[in-house]
T-cell receptor, first 114, second 112 residues
Framework: GAVVSQHPSRVICKSGTSVKIECRSL??????MFWYRQFPKKSLMLMAT?????????EQGVEKDKFLINHASLTLSTLTVTSAHPEDSSFYIC??????????FGPGTRLLVL | AQSVAQPEDQVNVAEGNPLTVKCTYS??????LFWYVQYPNRGLQFLLK??????LVKGSYGFEAEFNKSQTSFHLKKPSALVSDSALYFC??????????FGDGTTLTVKP
């Protein structure tokens, strides 16, 4: 099946710093990617829809200035958590839509803000 | 608005027995339905999907799901469970290939 990668898989940072997470579709082009946040033993919360070549669409309650999304190419979207705080600690997962209309997920990035 | 309900937080079965993980949905229009599995500290893995066609959909690792329009259900099934099937399972619905709504997840535990 299609492969989506995320980098890094795990990151620990100090409060106030910014962290960039990359999401790549390795063997297909994706005009649309999604960014999710998942709390322990909870479902996925959609944060934003990342559209190649245009601005991301954020879900209600998600701060666009805090969670910067850039979809620079058909295979890469990045999420930057700016001025991270401990409450931003979470598991962040991206996904990409294939031409077969199936959503494939990355392996996730565990963020811990100290 | 679309929604998904997974009524069971936890499902326990013995190895070799059949398993069912329930999912019901609500959407205004023809649904795209998906099942995903998540292992600890990992992303979601695609298991199967229903878009159109046969109501019985076969997917990865021997799993299958049946689309029932009248009951608005899409239950996940497997004839013979394995210990390695133990994981967190998510049902999802969308109106197209875009934004999906996920259920709260069901933890499946298969005991030897």
């Amino acid at each position: 099946g299609a492969v989506v990668s995320q980098h890094p898989s795990r990151v620990i940072c100090k409060s106030g710093t910014s962290v960039k997470i990359e999401c790549r579709s390795l063997d297909f082009q994706a005009t649309t990617m999604f960014w999710y946040r998942q709390f322990p033993k909870k479902s996925l919360m959609l944060m934003a829809t990342s559209n190649e070549g245009s601005k991301a669409t954020y879900e209600q309650g998600v701060e666009k200035d805090k969670f910067l999304i850039n979809h620079a190419s058909l295979t890469l979207s990045t999420l930057t958590v700016t001025s991270a705080h401990p409450e931003d600690s979470s598991f962040y997962i991206c996904s990409a839509i294939s031409r077969q209309e199936t959503q494939y997920f990355g392996p996730g990035t565990r963020l811990l803000v100290l | 608005a679309q929604s998904v309900a997974q009524p069971e937080d936890q499902v326990n079965v013995a190895e070799g027995n059949p398993l069912t993980v329930k999912c019901t949905y609500s959407v205004s229009g023809n649904p795209y339905l998906f099942w995903y599995v998540q292992y600890p500290n990992r992303g979601l893995q695609f298991l199967l999907k229903y878009i159109t066609g046969d109501n019985l959909v076969k997917g990865s690792y021997g799993f299958e799901a049946e689309f029932n329009k009248s009951q608005t259900s899409f239950h996940l099934k497997k004839p013979s469970a394995l210990v390695s099937d133990s994981a967190l399972y998510f049902c999802a619905v969308s109106l197209n290939a875009g934004k999906s709504t996920f259920g709260d997840g069901t933890t499946l535990t298969v005991k030897p």
